[in-house]
């Protein structure tokens, strides 16, 4: 949302002062909904105060999915797509999205083409985006260039939540496994300290084990809470720079159990956004541009950034992937057949059928698998802390067994 400064009039006269709205247009028909006729109207500038603040991407991939969805059909159906922008603004969930729906539909009114109006807001609209709908207005199937980018954005968001559904799982049992272990080395076994203390005479090696990791948690807490942070924040600014990321991606990549299913997830994203643009008449090596930056591996990006290269100089696009190993033979051989055959777009979409059921497959099997993992994984780490405090106690009562004989 922005502030507006405004000058008009109302019944009592002159008015001023400042509103807050998404847009321009917005803010002028709040103030004549309030009975002001707006004289002058200014965006003020933002401030550290009255800046939003977004955590990762301003328009999460659902509501984006949604909103090509519905206005492909509100397209089809003969609406303008000035009525059109203008109808989703005030329908999507996405305040960040509404913000830029409404400008664009000002910039629509003011005799702007779509492509221009959205290449405005490139935070909010992704270059294949803006790059297919310039391709769809030229050449007059902006409907069917719209319906072919919500199938696109439909496919990658189910891949995305397969690969996301798959990892969340043993993340989250990981977690609740290290706080329950916290919690009984914290709150639980240091009950038992005095007791043991008592009994003299030597400990089993396995409760002195748990006794030690006790004390230290308690004692140096702060330190596990710093390393975690110090880890944290450096994973992410590895994953912030474009060298050391390239790094993290090949370590993500050859990731035992995980790597195969994130390689076939990234090549589906890759192979299913080149396809998109190819079917809507992009250029190639423009396309091949927009795939580098939207593909989200550095391994992959690099590799396509020598194709495009490669077809710069004449030469085919599979030359640096048939080269790679992140690139198996099914891709590049297929790739290679459309380029042979002139129905690259048709190889390319095929490809990303099959990595996509391939990865839907991987994520049922993996989750499958995991589970029952996780549980004896569980199992075990409360099981050591518990056997600890036991084993002594049946030594304490042997004793008192002894005693009373």
């Known amino acids: 949302m922005a502030r507006f400064k405004y000058s008009g009039r109302d019944r009592k006269g002159k008015s001023q002062g400042t509103i807050i709205a998404a847009s ?122 719209l319906e072919r980018l919500a199938d696109h954005f439909e496919k990658q968001h189910f891949t995305r939540q397969k690969i996301v559904s ?51 948690m308690q004692s140096f807490w702060w330190l596990v809470v710093i390393i975690v942070t110090l880890f944290i924040v450096f994973i992410t600014a590895l994953n912030s720079n474009n060298g050391t990321k390239y790094y993290l991606d090949v370590i993500l990549l050859k990731m035992p159990i995980f790597g195969n299913l994130l390689q076939k997830a990234a090549l589906a994203r890759m192979v299913r956004t080149l396809s998109s643009l190819f079917s809507s008449s992009v250029p190639i090596l423009q396309a091949m541009s927009i795939v580098e930056k939207v593909v989200e591996n550095e391994v992959l990006a690099r590799v396509i950034q020598e194709s495009r290269d490669s077809l710069e100089k004449g030469r085919s696009m599979t030359e640096p992937m048939q080269k790679h190993w992140a690139f198996p033979p099914l891709v590049t051989q297929m790739i290679a057949i459309g380029e042979e055959t002139g129905a690259l777009d048709a190889m390319l979409s095929k490809i990303a059928e099959f990595y996509e059921k391939e990865v839907e497959a991987g994520t049922d099997r993996l989750k499958s698998l995991i589970e029952p993992l996780m549980i004896v994984v569980l199992a075990g780490l409360v099981g050591t802390i518990v056997l600890a405090i036991m084993v002594p106690m049946f030594s304490m009562f042997d004793q008192f067994q002894q005693m009373n004989q």
């Open 24 to 145: 321009k247009r917005e803010a002028m028909v709040k103030l004549r909904d309030d009975g002001i006729r707006v004289i002058e109207i200014n965006e003020l500038p933002e401030t550290l105060l009255t800046k939003e603040i977004t955590i990762g991407k301003p328009v999460k991939l659902q509501h984006f999915v949604i909103y090509l969805r519905q206005f492909s059909t509100l397209i089809k159906a003969g609406v303008s797509i000035v009525e059109a922008t203008s109808i989703l603004a005030f329908q999507t969930g996405s305040k960040a999205l509404k913000k830029a729906l409404l400008n664009v539909e000002q910039e629509l009114r003011e005799g702007n083409p779509l492509s221009e109006a959205v290449s405005n807001h490139k935070k909010i609209f992704p270059p294949m985006f803006i790059n297919m709908v310039r391709a769809g207005e030229v050449s007059g199937n902006l409907d069917e260039t």
């Open 166 to 216: 798959a990892i969340a799982y043993p993340l989250v049992v990981g977690i609740i496994a290290i706080m329950v272990v916290i919690f009984l080395l914290v709150a639980v076994v240091p009950t038992f300290v005095t007791m043991f203390a008592d009994m003299g005479g030597e400990l089993p090696a396995i409760t002195r084990f748990v006794l030690a990791v006790s004390g230290f």
